[in-house]
């Protein structure tokens, strides 16, 4: 036999090999019908016994859908970002338009409802023209086609973690590489677990049921997936609403996800300058196939064929980009963040991002827009998001006191958190601590004096007694700390008063009210300065970056030297308020997954060592002060009648700027400040207002908004001992011999009383009066 007629023949053996593969699925598809069918012959014993081998039935397991994320507007939840590996929403059978399921068995599978899960004839047609041409042909039954879709979502789900190491990422590709291998590979032995498993389903599955899977599962090009999805993406409808042109043109797709797609105008093969040729073709091919089939009359066809393929793309936003329309992509990221870290979504970083970007999830939070856009437009009515003279931040966020409940979370930058972020934008969440949002905090300035209040009273002084406000060098040795903080040593400590004033012997009340540093100073060296951080801790108080700065007890954090984010900072206030019980932040109420049940989430935890009642009482009447006339926060309070306190808060060179307030209901903190850099906003002007007075012209209109959803209470009156003038205690004998120079705590020399980088705060020596 010479060489040409040898090529003719290589053939032979594919074609023998394919007729046996169809012999075998005849046999199979005879024996889903009846089971008892009689085999003769060692041949047909071999290729039971092959199938035997095999499992019967292929597991359905949960397709990947897109999550949901909502905020509420007048009472409705609206939809305000979502996440996907794959843009997939599945639905009913009813929720699909028949004209597509239709479509989508005249053309893939007319025998679909006559067979039993192996299209026999189809089988044979496939395996000759395979043989003939080299490659696979056709002849899968929708039931197998459905059956390899879910052989290649299991391999889905191990694709590569991009957060993970080099090395890890290298292993964990070649694993999705072989499974993807192994479930799409051109050859019989897949054929035939495509076989088994698709005769498996048929007895667990409806023809019905089986269709709709297949519509759900399906690669519509790209990264949608599903028919619910693809009508949206491509035509802008639900697929109850496709036309049988649009339903002919995406069982065209499915042929060719990636080459027949129609969301590439550009293309030259395929796009909008020859009317999406390919597609087009494809299509038609299908309309044909329906009228053949007799699903459509031939008006219908005809009519069909001359409608132009117009898409409507309508591209479903991934991630929390989307949410910036609602001002509220900081807070989605807050809630991104809270589930890809909390272990009731998951074991693992993996289980979490998964649980996330696949789960089909309603995730119901408890951001309120309308309170949300009133507080970004009272921030962005001042603050820019860029200035030409310093690196200009500021936010707003906001609680219920009592549940934890975040209400806004603005700021004055918009959200980009892609590779290369516009200019004026951040991913970075000023309001949050560093792992939910990359901020190290702010010095929080004279707005930590609240906690200085809280163990002054702690230890039973009273508001009326009176303090020398008149020193302004403190030596290390004035001031004393219990176990466990060792903060105290260095040299000593310089106070100033915010506008250089001096003060002599000042009430607390007025000191509080007027925001005096150096009565406040000397407040410290009466106290236990580790009681101050405890107070402070007994309301969930921590550093927002511990790593890099941390939350430290010494002289200078008196004066509100520790870094706090403003989240941290009004869910203190919220506990003073609470009667002295903090309840950490939440922001999801609830989540329900893709089968309707609800998913645990994460509760408030309140604080196991609250503050005394009584002391809470006592400080918040004493910080009322703040908010009244002559008070530094004055001209803040909306005047509504709702009782409100709060404190002021400046740090050195007036780099920060805080108000933090709270009702009975709830509570806020409001920052602005340098992100980075030491400029001074007191030399700055904000559409006419001055840089140190701007805070209080952003929280007006904030407190009135949440005063008027949420309402407040009086407070409690405090005690007749926090209030009460001291009794003089007799005059002091005066020590025989000099004075002593102050020594240095040698366990911390060196350290001075600088605590840390200025992010955001002062130079940490001297804090700031509000």
Same mark, same amino acid.
């Given at each position: 036999m010479n060489g040409s007629a040898s090529r003719r023949w290589t053939w032979a053996p594919a074609l023998i090999g394919f007729v046996a593969l169809s012999a075998v699925a005849g046999v199979l598809a005879a024996a889903a019908v009846t089971p008892a069918v009689a085999l003769t012959g060692s041949a047909a014993d071999s290729t039971i016994g092959v199938f035997d081998g095999l499992p019967e039935y292929i597991k359905v397991e949960p397709l990947a859908q897109a999550s949901t994320m909502y905020a509420t507007s007048n009472g409705q939840q609206i939809p305000i970002a979502t996440f996907y590996s794959q843009n997939r929403e599945e639905v009913g059978w009813n929720d699909i338009a028949q004209t597509l399921k239709d479509a989508a068995v005249a053309t893939e599978d007319p025998r679909f409802y006559e067979h039993g899960g192996i299209d026999v004839t189809g089988t044979v047609r496939g395996a000759v023209l395979t043989a003939l041409h080299r490659d696979v042909q056709g002849g899968s039954s929708i039931t197998q086609q459905y059956v390899k879709n879910i052989l290649v979502q299991r391999c889905e %789900?191990?694709?590569?973690?991009?957060?993970?190491?080099?090395?890890?990422?290298?292993?964990?590709?070649?694993?999705?590489?072989?499974?993807?291998?192994?479930?799409?590979? #051109?050859? &019989?032995?897949?054929?035939?677990?495509?076989?088994?498993?698709?005769?498996?389903?048929?007895?667990? +599955?409806?023809?019905?049921?089986?269709? $709709?899977?297949?519509?759900?599962?399906?690669?519509?090009?790209?990264?949608?997936?599903?028919?619910?999805?693809?009508?949206?993406? +491509?035509?802008?409808?639900?697929?109850?609403?496709?036309?049988? &042109?649009?339903?002919?043109?995406?069982?065209?797709?499915?042929?060719?996800?990636?080459?027949?797609?129609?969301?590439?105008?550009?293309?030259?093969? %395929?796009? /909008?300058?020859?009317?999406?040729?390919?597609?087009?073709?494809?299509? %038609? @091919?299908?309309?044909?196939?329906?009228?053949?089939?007799?699903?459509?009359?031939?008006?219908?066809?005809?009519?069909?064929?001359? *409608?132009?393929?117009?898409?409507?793309?309508? &591209?479903?936003?991934?991630?929390?980009? *989307?949410?910036?329309?609602?001002?509220?992509?900081?807070?989605?990221?807050?809630?991104?963040?809270?589930?890809?870290?909390?272990?009731?979504?998951?074991?693992?970083?993996?289980?979490?991002?998964?649980?996330?970007?696949?789960?089909?999830?309603?995730?119901?939070?408890?951001?309120?827009?309308?309170?949300?856009?009133?507080?970004?437009? /009272?921030?962005? =009515?001042?603050?820019?998001?860029?200035?030409?003279?310093?690196?200009?931040?500021?936010?707003? #966020?906001?609680?219920?006191?009592?549940?934890?409940?975040?209400?806004?979370?603005? $700021?004055?930058?918009?959200?980009?958190?892609?590779?290369?972020? =516009?200019?004026?934008?951040?991913?970075?969440?000023?309001?949050?601590? @560093?792992?939910?949002?990359?901020?190290?905090?702010?010095?929080?300035?004279?707005?930590?004096?609240?906690?200085d209040l809280l163990q002054w009273l702690q230890e039973g002084h009273s508001l009326n007694e009176s303090v020398d406000g008149s020193m302004h060098l403190f030596p290390q040795t004035m001031f004393h700390s219990s176990a466990p903080c060792r903060d105290i040593g260095g040299a000593p400590w310089p106070v100033a008063n915010d506008e250089g004033e001096s003060a002599g012997n000042t009430s607390v009340m007025t000191a509080t009210a007027q925001s005096i540093n150096s009565v406040f100073a000397m407040m410290g060296t009466k106290v236990d300065l580790c009681g101050i951080k405890q107070r402070a801790q007994d309301l969930l108080v921590h550093g927002a970056d511990e790593a890099q700065n941390p939350f430290r007890a010494n002289p200078s954090a008196v004066l509100g030297t520790n870094y706090i984010a403003p989240l941290t900072m009004a869910t203190a206030y919220a506990g003073i308020a609470n009667n002295g019980v903090a309840c950490s932040a939440i922001a999801i109420d609830k989540v329900v997954d893709a089968e309707g049940a609800e998913h645990a989430v994460p509760k408030s935890e309140c604080s196991t060592t609250p503050i005394d009642p009584g002391v809470a009482a006592g400080a918040i009447y004493a910080l009322q002060g703040v908010l009244r006339g002559g008070g530094t926060a004055a001209s803040a309070n909306p005047g509504d009648g709702i009782p409100i306190f709060g404190k002021t808060g400046t740090t050195d060179g007036s780099v920060s700027n805080w108000l933090v307030t709270s009702t009975t209901k709830t509570a806020q903190a409001t920052w602005v400040g340098n992100v980075v850099g030491s400029v001074a906003l007191r030399r700055q002007s904000f559409q006419g207002v001055g840089g140190g007075n701007v805070k209080f012209a952003i929280v007006k209109p904030i407190v009135r908004a949440l005063n008027a959803a949420y309402g407040g209470d009086a407070f409690a009156a405090p005690a007749g001992k926090y209030t009460k003038a001291p009794t003089p205690p007799p005059a002091a004998t005066p020590a025989p011999g000099p004075a002593q120079p102050p020594q240095p705590d040698p366990g911390n020399a060196g350290n001075g009383d600088n605590n840390g980088r200025g992010n955001g705060g002062g130079d940490g020596g001297r804090g700031g009066r509000g």
């Open positions: %789900n191990k694709q590569p973690d991009i957060t993970a190491t080099a090395a890890v990422q290298k292993k964990q590709l070649a694993i999705f590489a072989s499974c993807y291998n192994d479930a799409t590979k #051109v050859d &019989p032995v897949r054929k035939l677990k495509e076989m088994r498993y698709a005769i498996g389903l048929e007895k667990e +599955y409806t023809k019905n049921q089986i269709l $709709q899977s297949y519509l759900n599962i399906a690669l519509f090009g790209g990264r949608v997936y599903g028919v619910q999805s693809a009508a949206s993406y +491509y035509f802008g409808v639900p697929a109850s609403g496709l036309t049988l &042109p649009q339903s002919a043109t995406l069982v065209a797709i499915l042929n060719n996800p990636d080459n027949l797609r129609i969301d590439k105008p550009n293309d030259k093969a %395929n796009g /909008a300058a020859n009317g999406y040729a390919e597609t087009l073709d494809r299509r %038609n @091919y299908v309309l044909d196939r329906m009228l053949a089939a007799g699903k459509i009359t031939t008006k219908e066809r005809d009519d069909a064929i001359a *409608t132009k393929i117009e898409p409507k793309i309508t &591209p479903k936003q991934n991630g929390c980009m *989307t949410a910036q329309q609602y001002n509220a992509a900081f807070f989605c990221d807050f809630v991104e963040r809270t589930i890809e870290q909390n272990a009731i979504f998951g074991a693992t970083d993996d289980d979490r991002t998964a649980f996330l970007s696949r789960g089909g999830l309603k995730i119901y939070t408890t951001l309120n827009l309308d309170l949300q856009n009133t507080a970004q437009q /009272a921030l962005s =009515a001042y603050i820019p998001p860029t200035s030409p003279r310093l690196n200009l931040g500021a936010s707003n #966020v906001s609680v219920e006191v009592g549940t934890g409940r975040v209400i806004t979370m603005v $700021q004055n930058r918009p959200y980009d958190n892609t590779a290369e972020p =516009a200019p004026g934008t951040t991913a970075v969440n000023y309001n949050t601590d @560093y792992e939910y949002g990359g901020s190290e905090g702010f010095q929080t300035g004279s707005a930590y004096k609240a906690f």
